[in-house]
């Protein structure tokens, strides 16, 4: 069953069309992780915050992505993290429109 991470963490950016330029590669690298299905990438630049909402296969790919990300992320210095899992309910998600389910 598809399992959703919610990802959030204190920053003071970059944002906007800096972030899409500078994390092009760490975009590209997560669109190849096993099991991931979307991710939304999220930003605040008015509360200094960001991350991103993933959709996975399973719970399994998602606890072996969400370790390797929080060791990453530490490693490029950012703290706070913050991940909350959440199962999606998709005939709700379907009648609102939500792409890709």
């Known amino acids: 069953?598809?399992?959703?991470?919610?990802?959030d963490f204190p920053t003071t950016g970059p944002f906007g069309a800096q972030m899409s330029e500078?994390?092009?590669?760490?975009?590209?690298s997560i669109a190849n992780e096993p099991g991931l299905v979307w991710k939304?990438?999220?930003e605040n630049a008015e509360t200094g915050?960001?991350?991103?909402i993933y959709c996975f296969e399973n719970l399994e790919t998602l606890n072996a992505y969400k370790d390797?990300?929080?060791a990453r992320l530490a490693a490029m210095g950012v703290t706070g993290l913050r991940f909350k899992i959440f199962d999606p309910n998709?005939?709700?998600s379907r009648i609102d429109r939500f792409p890709g389910l």
């Open 90 to 92: 998709i005939p709700l």
């Open 49 to 52: 915050e960001a991350g991103g």
């Open 1 to 7: 069953m598809m399992k959703i991470l919610q990802v």
């Open 68 to 70: 390797m990300h929080a």
């Open 40 to 42: 939304l990438w999220t």
């Open 22 to 28: 500078m994390l092009k590669g760490l975009a590209e």
